[in-house]
């Protein structure tokens, strides 16, 4: 019903920026939460973001807003990650990720098993 589909990662210096671009098919797009994940070598997936249908936010943690930005654009069925003041540690293969089980929900999840559709995701890689 939706493909996801990453784009935007790449090499960097430590406090470059870069935005994740995620685009998604099918009309219903606009109706459901996305979210952000990564997962970095040898360890498991971690939550990093995620928006509502109609904008509102969590982050993994509150020091996060001030790096990193989560944002959609409805009329392009896309879904953003800014990531600024980038860091070593953030290096990992970003994922977004769609949550279908109800459309206009008021809440965004940060659990995995909420999502039901997922892309294949997009190495950031950051230098120091």
């Known amino acids: 019903q939706v493909q996801l589909v990453e784009s935007g990662g790449g090499l960097v210096q430590a406090g470059g920026s870069l935005r994740l671009s995620c685009a998604a098919s099918?009309?219903?797009?606009?109706?459901?939460?996305m979210g952000w994940f990564r997962q970095a070598p040898g360890k498991e997936r971690e939550f990093v973001a995620a928006?509502?249908?109609?904008?509102?936010?969590?982050y993994y943690e509150d020091s996060a807003k001030a790096r990193f930005t989560i944002f959609r654009d409805n009329a392009k069925n896309t879904v953003y990650l800014q990531m600024n003041s980038l860091k070593p540690e953030d290096t990992a293969v970003y994922y977004c990720?769609?949550?279908?089980?109800?459309?206009?929900?008021?809440?965004?999840?940060?659990?995995?098993?909420?999502?039901?559709?997922w892309g294949q995701g997009t190495q950031v890689t950051v230098s120091s």
């Open positions: 928006i509502t249908w109609s904008g509102g936010t969590i």
């Open positions: 990720a769609a949550d279908l089980s109800a459309p206009y929900k008021n809440y965004a999840s940060s659990t995995e098993k909420q999502y039901d559709t």
């Open positions: 099918g009309r219903t797009f606009s109706r459901y939460a």
